[in-house]
């Protein structure tokens, strides 16, 4: 994040508490400095003026907040880089202050928001709308990502240039894909010379058509029309030869199939500008999980077999799949309480993402280095975005979390506006105690 973003400005709501403070004791996880430590913190005048176990024993001077974090674990702020807003136009699924809270109880510090809004964020105006709006009304960071095309109807690419300068992070038509492979080489090669992100739904819209569910035997016993696999392959395999051709950036927004892994593995090998991310729900559910037609796990890309969910975990833990996402979208009533097949897509996952996560920790299955790496340090460098790190002089945007503090989800008490959690009723260990943005506590429980 440049200087001169909102998050910055004077009068900012995540102004920075006056006393330092001094979390001692903590396990520190800082991939930014490939640090995984017992030490202590220190918070002063909204930056980190230290972390690590060199200051572990130092003291602290009079009048200073002293917190006794042993047992604890301090990460960097996450950065959630899909995140579905209703504001503007539909604010009653979530405002830029409903998703604030709900992202500070889960740990996370900066939101990558969606332009699919009403109307479409394509325009500069737009863009400082909603900076505008977050500045007033989050405690969290929120950074906007404006549409790749005009309207997001994949005919004409927008204004890269001066949606940059407005203060968009990167460009994505959101849960649509650009079918236009002319389309598609001219917004590569449009936004290199900007420097900027493309950011895409890898699913081929013709192969997709009205599928619900992944295409095969359990998609057939249930009754749900398909999608075959080949929808996101395709599509993924063909960015790729373009990216090449282009040299441009790109990131794929959620990738859900093994073969996809291995299409992100060669891409890599032959040294293209790429990375992609998993949402939380393809590491954590599979297919089998929507049992009786349960809408709330009616996503896009639809859930996967067993077999995709493991290659997702190792596509992670490799390092191929680089970021870990909620693909927070919330839906109402009137959109989700329909047949399976009728309802919208979509899940609300601020809250649960990093619980979710820490499954895979808690399991072995990925280490608290790279989980944090994979849900904070990569999106904020892949993005640009002064976050992600815990060195000293950042910005002092942390999670504090007890990692084995046992809580039952409870959706009637989750902050976002609406509902809609594939975790319903689920158990999970490991829990957000404290959020600081800016320095400021803008999330705590006892």
């Known amino acids: 994040m440049t200087p001169t973003s909102p998050a910055a400005r004077p009068g900012d709501r995540r102004s920075a508490e006056h006393h330092p403070t001094?979390?001692?004791?903590?396990?520190?996880?800082?991939?930014?400095?490939?640090?995984?430590?017992?030490?202590?913190?220190?918070?002063?005048?909204?930056?980190?003026?230290?972390?690590?176990?060199?200051?572990?024993?130092?003291?602290?001077?009079?009048?200073?907040?002293?917190?006794?974090?042993?047992g604890k674990v301090i990460v960097p702020g996450l950065v959630d880089m899909r995140v579905f807003l209703g504001e503007p136009g539909h604010?009653?699924?979530?405002?830029?202050?409903?998703?604030?809270?709900?992202?500070?109880?889960?740990?996370?510090?900066?939101?990558?928001?969606?332009?699919?809004?009403?109307?479409?964020?394509?325009?500069?105006?737009?863009?400082?709308?909603?900076?505008?709006?977050?500045?007033?009304?989050?405690?969290?960071?929120?950074?906007?990502?404006?549409a790749l095309t005009k309207g997001q109807s994949g005919k004409e690419t927008t204004e890269f240039g001066l949606l940059s300068e407005a203060g968009a992070v990167a460009f994505t038509d959101a849960r649509r894909s650009v079918a236009s492979s002319l389309v598609m080489r001219r917004a590569l090669t449009y936004a290199r010379d900007f420097g900027a992100l493309i950011v895409h739904h890898v699913e081929d819209p013709s192969l997709a058509g009205v599928g619900v569910a992944t295409e095969g035997e359990f998609a057939t016993r249930m009754g749900l029309p398909g999608i075959p696999r080949e929808a996101e392959t395709i599509m993924l395999e063909r960015d790729m030869r373009l990216v090449a051709l282009t040299r441009g950036r790109y990131h794929a927004s959620q990738v859900s199939t093994a073969d996809s892994v291995e299409i992100l593995a060669a891409a890599k090998a032959r040294g293209l500008d790429v990375t992609a991310a998993v949402s939380i729900n393809h590491l954590s559910l599979n297919e089998l999980d929507i049992g009786t037609y349960r809408s709330f796990l009616k996503f896009s890309p639809p859930l996967r077999s067993e077999d995709d969910r493991q290659a997702?975990?190792?596509?992670l833990a490799s390092g191929v799949i680089d970021i870990v996402v909620s693909g927070h979208d919330p839906q109402d009533v009137e959109t989700k309480r329909h047949p399976f097949a009728e309802a919208a897509d979509g899940a609300v996952g601020l809250e649960t993402l990093l619980a979710a996560a820490l499954r895979l920790v808690h399991d072995e299955r990925i280490s608290w280095k790279r989980m944090v790496e994979a849900l904070s340090t990569k999106p904020a460098e892949?993005?640009?975005?002064?976050?992600?790190?815990?060195?000293?002089?950042?910005?002092?945007?942390?999670?504090?979390i007890d990692p084995g503090r046992p809580w039952l989800l409870d959706k009637a008490e989750l902050k976002s506006r609406s509902k809609n959690t594939p975790f319903e009723d689920a158990k999970f260990a490991g829990r957000v105690v404290r959020t600081l943005v800016g320095g400021r506590t803008i999330h705590s429980i006892s």
């Open 382 to 400: 892949r993005l640009g975005l002064e976050a992600g790190r815990l060195t000293p002089g950042s910005r002092a945007d942390l999670a504090v």
């Open 22 to 70: 001094v979390f001692a004791g903590a396990r520190i996880v800082d991939p930014a400095r490939d640090l995984d430590a017992v030490g202590s913190v220190i918070v002063a005048e909204g930056r980190i003026l230290a972390a690590g176990p060199e200051v572990l024993n130092q003291g602290s001077p009079e009048g200073w907040e002293v917190v006794d974090a042993r």
């Open 91 to 146: 604010e009653h699924r979530e405002s830029f202050a409903s998703a604030s809270r709900a992202a500070a109880a889960g740990g996370v510090t900066t939101l990558v928001t969606m332009p699919d809004t009403d109307p479409v964020i394509d325009d500069p105006a737009l863009v400082d709308f909603v900076l505008r709006r977050a500045r007033e009304e989050a405690d969290v960071r929120v950074h906007p990502m404006a």
């Open 312 to 315: 997702m975990i190792e596509g």
